[in-house]
């Protein structure tokens, strides 16, 4: 089993950036895929990015593609989610998660083994 402490979120004001970090422990960390998933008020929980657990393949939601970049460093044995030009409608309880089931990598929330705590991130207009 793997523990996952997410970190890095805040307030900020549209336009500006952050970075989510995920730390992960209790499990070799590069046998796992790594997915960002988000949960605004009133809403289900989403889809965000995914990366391999080599971090050599990356998949993005559309609604943030271009502006949200997904990396792991696998000797710190922490996933990083970095938010540029980020939007009102960004805000939401950020979560990471692992799958350590072997697959490439998946956007599906429910093959997903063990989740963090999530961290709150507040976009201002």
């Known amino acids: 089993q793997v523990q996952l402490v997410e970190s890095g979120g805040g307030l900020v004001q549209a336009g500006g950036s952050l970075r989510l970090s995920c730390a992960a422990s209790?499990?070799?960390?590069?046998?796992?895929?790594m997915g960002w998933f988000r949960q605004a008020p009133g809403k289900e929980r989403e889809f965000v990015s995914v990366i391999s657990r080599s971090g050599s393949i990356t998949y993005y939601a559309d609604s943030v593609k271009g502006r949200f970049t997904v990396s792991r460093d696998n000797t710190k044995n922490t996933v990083y989610l970095q938010m540029n030009s980020l939007k009102p409608e960004d805000t939401a309880v950020y979560y990471c998660?692992?799958?350590?089931?072997?697959?490439?990598?998946?956007?599906?929330?429910?093959?997903?083994?063990?989740w963090g705590q999530g961290t709150q991130v507040t976009v201002s207009s």
């Open positions: 209790g499990r070799t960390f590069s046998s796992c895929v």
């Open positions: 998660a692992a799958n350590y089931g072997g697959i490439p990598v998946t956007m599906r929330e429910g093959r997903y083994d063990t």
